[in-house]
């Protein structure tokens, strides 16, 4: 099938990179000069396991193309993949801006039938509102059908979770366009669910929700649990046997970040409240998650006189390991604190370094310095406090005793629980984390 992906972010890319590895022809469609240039000589401009080899062996098959030009690339493809970001607004609703653009676009460079496939996360009844627009400024005599098709891949593991989703969920409002679809997913041979296009978009916000919903839970028993004497990792540990509950996302921490539950949360209370409806289960954990993002800041506040002049480690600075995305991320939160009550950072990130740089970059900021390491350790060096905001590898193999041997006080606040309490106990760490 001659398959055409608007906007390569996370979902176009991936989406269209694994299309063309299961066969279709695939062009990519991007606004972005420079980022066409780069993705034909094959780098991947996002940082992402296995996307780079995939699409260097798929430019040299011929089957993955990228293009600015959309014309060209929409005239005559089969299906056409939407997509782009619907970043928040301010008042938590979802930007449509690109999806309107794209579909005006299709509207008017199409010269045969063609199915349109919305990938983007789009609030409720919004694939009912792009095929209206794309009939209203259609250019040619042609059938276009649109198509609900939801995506559940998480950054750091795009590609995996792509080729092997735990479902595929299409929503369609013919047998055509239904047809069509389990077509472009035959080679995949993954279980897919067929239901209509306003469930399909319902299915991707109640599962995004349900997940943060689940953490933000999982956060509060945290805090309860530090009131109690209970420890929230047994408690999870001991919760995970239950099959109805499972043993994913049951780990608390500093809380959830990245490109989407934040923002699917705040649109589903969003939607909600425009039918009249408060839904009071994700307005809870959007809560528990904004107080639970600075919890050890405070609790490092409460220890400390002062954080002025205080050389401080941060270890990790990406919303999660394996990606050097930052959208949201607890470090944010937690360094405009303490640049603004005057700490020195020596911050270490393996990858999302280089994009923290930009937001901050090194020397002097607000009230503070903030400098950057290519060695956790480095980080460590005479620090005399060291938070962890993201729980990678090569922090969670720094052991114990290095930083009671590197610090100059040995006092560390783990957002993401990686040490054993005693052990840390055991090597002269003075050591908070979260929930024990
Ligand atoms: C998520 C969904 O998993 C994916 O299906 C959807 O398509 C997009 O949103 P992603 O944001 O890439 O993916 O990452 P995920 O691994 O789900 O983590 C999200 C956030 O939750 C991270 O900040 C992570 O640290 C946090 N998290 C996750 C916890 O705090 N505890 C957990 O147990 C799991």
């Not at 040299?60 to 690339?73: E, I, Q």
């Not at 310095?369 to 090569?394: G, H, M, Q, R």
């Amino acid at each position: 099938m001659r398959i055409t992906v608007a906007g390569t972010g996370y979902v176009g890319l991936v989406a269209g990179v694994c299309f063309a590895e299961a066969g279709h022809n695939v062009i990519c469609v991007d606004v972005d000069e420079a980022k066409v240039k780069l993705m034909e000589s094959g780098v991947s401009p996002i940082y992402e396991e296995g996307l780079q080899e995939l699409m260097q062996k798929n430019n040299a098959a011929g089957r993955l193309h990228y293009t600015t030009d959309y014309r060209s690339a929409y005239k005559d493809a089969d299906a056409i993949f939407i997509g782009v970001g619907t970043p928040e607004l301010p008042d938590g609703s979802a930007n449509l801006d690109y999806i309107a653009i794209v579909s005006r676009q299709i509207a008017e460079s199409v010269e045969k039938d063609c199915l349109v496939v919305v990938k983007s996360t789009v609030p409720v009844g919004t694939n009912d509102k792009v095929e209206q627009f794309i009939h209203d400024f259609l250019k040619k005599d042609v059938k276009i059908e649109v198509a609900s098709n939801p995506e559940f891949l998480a950054q750091g593991s795009a590609v995996h979770d792509t080729m092997h989703a735990a479902r595929i969920i299409i929503g369609t409002e013919s047998e055509h366009a239904e047809k069509v679809l389990k077509e472009i997913y035959e080679p995949f041979g993954l279980p897919i669910v067929s239901v209509n296009r306003r469930s399909a978009e319902m299915i991707k916000y109640a599962c995004n929700d349900f997940l943060a919903l689940k953490i933000s839970y999982m956060n509060d028993i945290a805090n309860l649990c530090e009131l109690v004497g209970a420890d929230i990792q047994d408690v999870a540990k001991g919760m995970s046997y239950d099959t109805r509950i499972g043993a994913n996302f049951l780990n608390a921490g500093i809380g959830y970040g990245g490109s989407c539950f934040p923002k699917d949360t705040k649109a589903l209370k969003f939607l909600a409240k425009q039918y009249g409806y408060q839904l009071r289960t994700v307005e809870a954990a959007v809560d528990v998650n904004a107080s639970q993002k600075t919890r050890l800041f405070k609790k490092a506040s409460e220890r400390m006189i002062t954080f002025r002049g205080l050389k401080i480690a941060v270890l990790g600075l990406a919303f999660k390991p394996k990606t050097d995305d930052l959208r949201e991320a607890p470090s944010l939160d937690n360094i405009e604190l303490l640049l603004e009550q005057g700490a020195d950072l020596v911050a270490y990130d393996p990858v999302a370094a280089d994009n923290f740089k930009r937001r901050f970059p090194e020397g002097a900021c607000k009230n503070g310095s903030i400098t950057y390491v290519k060695e956790p350790k480095k980080a460590l060096k005479e620090a005399d406090l060291c938070f962890i905001f993201t729980e990678w590898n090569e922090i969670r193999e720094i052991s114990p005793r290095e930083y009671k041997e590197h610090m100059r006080i040995p006092l560390v606040y783990d957002g993401r629980n990686i040490y054993d309490v005693r052990e840390m106990k055991d090597a002269g760490v003075e050591y908070y984390s979260i929930g024990r």
